[in-house]
């Protein structure tokens, strides 16, 4: 090992052939979400027929000469992909077509996810970080945490980066302003139309000084309801447009997300689906996004926001759909 690098770790990510991870998988590649200093070996699963178009993949890494990439392992069998690994991307599912709702794709996809945690609960390191990005993600991570008992229920989380960054973006975009001036915006629940973004406690650097976003923007009629309806049919609207769901922003926002649980956010917040406590009155025992920070690769709620009524509302109807998923989950995964 060269001086100045850590130990190789091995990261699986699957659904590697599908068009996320083909995003997805440089970034992970060269440094972006491990760190400078840390070697990976990639491991690759796909499903059988896929497996011709795996190795093109294989074959583009491998192209890319990356200096941090010191092992490949594309595989079929689950048990092989999940060996040792400290990191696991779950990209793989059925992806959503036009028109087509998530509860359509629930009972297809939650199967996948009970046969990964099966396979993380039997292979993986105990300290696994699993960051579930196949949809429907929050319940899909609830599955898959439930088939793997054996590792704590945190360190299962799902994806609702993408929306996070978006809803930061549209704000920006609001204020003509670089994005990286806003901060703190807010996905609560369900990564799917019944989420809600929320700028309440958002604020923009403007000429030096941190204003709150609602202050800066002066339109509450805006904050409820345009940018919350513009934010939860952003991912249809890409749909629409590409005939395809969205694949380089969800793979930037995956990076982004596994990112700052191993490196830490410090003071800033980030929303993922984590596992809920019953915190702001959601449901518990779902994955439930919330506003977290990050230390030590341990996420905590942020604590003390008030929820007014019309938050309160929004909330409860997300909530509302994430404990029909887990029931129909639950019902698909024991037939
Ligand atoms: P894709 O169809 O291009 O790729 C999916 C890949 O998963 C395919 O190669 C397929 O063969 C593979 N796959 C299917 N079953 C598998 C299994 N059991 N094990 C391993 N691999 C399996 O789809 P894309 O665009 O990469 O999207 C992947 C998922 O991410 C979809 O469920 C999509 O809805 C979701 N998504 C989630 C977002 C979020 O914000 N949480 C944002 C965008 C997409």
């Known amino acids: 090992?060269?001086?100045?690098?850590?130990?190789?770790?091995?990261?699986?990510?699957?659904?590697?052939?599908g068009q996320i991870a083909y995003s997805l998988l440089?970034?992970?590649?060269?440094?972006?979400?491990?760190?400078?200093?840390?070697?990976?070996?990639?491991?690759?699963?796909?499903?059988?027929?896929?497996?011709?178009?795996?190795?093109?993949?294989?074959?583009?890494?491998?192209d890319c000469a990356l200096p941090l990439l010191v092992g490949i392992v594309p595989t079929d069998d689950p048990n092989v992909a999940f060996k040792g690994v400290s990191a696991a991307f779950l990209v793989g599912s059925m992806p959503r077509k036009q028109g087509?709702?998530?509860?359509?794709?629930?009972?297809?996809?939650?199967?996948?996810?009970?046969?990964?945690?099966?396979?993380?609960?039997?292979?993986?390191?105990?300290?696994?970080?699993v960051l579930v990005v196949g949809n429907p993600a929050n319940t899909n991570a609830l599955v898959c945490s439930k088939y793997a008992p054996s590792i704590p229920r945190e360190n299962f989380t799902a994806m609702t980066r993408l929306d996070q960054n978006r809803a930061q973006a549209e704000i920006a975009s609001q204020l003509k302003v670089g994005v990286a001036k806003v901060k703190n915006v807010v996905i609560w629940g369900n990564h799917s139309s019944t989420q809600y973004p929320d700028a309440r406690y958002a604020t923009v650097e403007l000429n030096g000084q941190s204003v709150s976003v609602p202050e800066a923007i002066k339109n509450d009629k805006f904050l409820k309801e345009t940018?919350?309806?513009?934010?939860?049919?952003?991912?249809?609207?890409?749909?629409?447009?590409?005939?395809?769901?969205?694949?380089?922003?969800a793979a930037k926002a995956a990076a982004d997300h596994m990112r700052d649980i191993w490196q830490g956010t410090g003071d800033r917040w980030v929303s993922m689906g984590v596992i809920s406590d019953g915190s702001y009155g959601a449901p518990k025992d779902v994955v439930f996004s919330f506003p977290v920070t990050i230390s030590n690769r341990q996420w905590k709620i942020v604590p003390n926001l008030q929820i007014d009524d019309f938050s309160k509302a929004k909330l409860e109807i997300t909530g509302k759909e994430l404990l029909e998923e887990r029931d129909d989950a639950y019902s698909v995964c024991e037939q």
């Not at 070697?39 to 890494?61: A, F, R, S, T, W």
């Open 1 to 17: 090992m060269e001086p100045g690098l850590l130990e190789p770790i091995r990261v699986v990510v699957t659904g590697a052939a």
């Open 26 to 62: 440089y970034q992970i590649a060269k440094g972006d979400v491990f760190g400078a200093n840390q070697p990976i070996i990639i491991h690759l699963l796909d499903i059988p027929l896929m497996m011709d178009v795996l190795q093109g993949v294989v074959m583009e890494l491998v």
């Open 100 to 129: 087509m709702e998530r509860k359509d794709l629930l009972s297809a996809n939650v199967k996948i996810f009970k046969v990964q945690g099966e396979a993380l609960n039997n292979h993986a390191s105990k300290d696994v970080k």
């Open 227 to 249: 940018f919350v309806d513009t934010i939860q049919k952003r991912g249809a609207a890409v749909i629409a447009a590409r005939k395809m769901s969205s694949a380089m922003s």
